[in-house]
Each structure stands twice: as C-alpha cells, then as structure tokens.
C-alpha cells in the first residue's frame, strides 16, 4: 500500500517536500515513481527512481519540466520514498500520485498505465 503526504498551497518560488509511506513488502526489482495529474489533463511522469541500477546516475530520472527543482529519493530504512520540490511554478499544480511496479533493471520510464501500485494522491497548488 502506498500513501502519499505533504501536499498543500504554495507561492511561486516556494518549496514542498512529499511523502510516499510504503507498507507491506517491497523487494528488489521494484521500480518507485512519481507522477503528476494536472486539472483537466492527462497523466503524466514526474519522476522515477531505479534502486536496483547500479549506475548511480541513472538511479534518478526526471522529466524535463522539473530537471534541476525536483528530487527524488528513498529512505530504505523507514520505507519512504519522497519528492522535493524547490522553485514551484504555477504549472506544478496537479494532484500527485506516487506508485510502484516490479520492472527490469534499467526500465522504470514507463507510461503511467504500466505501473501496478498507486496511492490516492495529494494535491499540489502553486499560485502566482
């Protein structure tokens, strides 16, 4: 089960960090993401992060969009996977949905339709 916190209302210029609690069992091979739906728009990847890669810099894959303000990572230990956002813009509004799905090595940039384990999502506002 994944649950995701720490959405809310922000600035322009502002900064959030989500959370994802993952509870129950999650083994190698799993693949963790962020994805993001804007109102009224389909949607789309955020983020993606492939523990098992064992190069480090593809361990961390990001969109365009959110290259160099958003940041992926997981705790292990406490079995959470987050999402810092720095520099919001009025286009990071959407609702936020972390989600999971056992993948090879090396293919966690998927279309949103082929990941298995969703959360409820959190809802993100920026405003100008």
């Known amino acids: 089960q994944l649950v995701e916190s720490g959405g809310g209302s922000v600035q322009v210029g502002g900064s959030l960090r989500l959370s994802c609690s993952i509870t129950?069992?999650?083994?190698?091979?799993?693949?963790m993401a962020w994805f993001r739906q804007p109102p009224g728009k389909e949607r789309e990847a955020v983020a993606f992060?492939?523990?098992?890669?064992?190069?480090?810099?593809?361990?961390?894959i990001y969109e365009d969009s959110v290259k160099g303000r958003f940041t992926i990572s997981r705790d292990s230990g406490k079995n959470i996977l987050y999402l810092q956002m720095n520099s919001l813009k009025p286009e990071d509004t959407a609702m936020y949905y972390c989600?999971?799905?056992?993948?090879?090595?090396?293919?966690?940039?998927?279309?949103?339709?082929?990941?298995?384990?969703w959360g409820q999502g959190t809802q993100v506002t920026v405003s100008s």
């Open positions: 989600a999971a799905d056992k993948r090879p090595r090396g293919a966690c940039v998927a279309p949103w339709v082929q990941y298995d384990y």
């Open positions: 129950g069992y999650i083994g190698s091979g799993y693949c």
């Open positions: 992060f492939d523990e098992d890669n064992i190069d480090n810099d593809a361990r961390e």
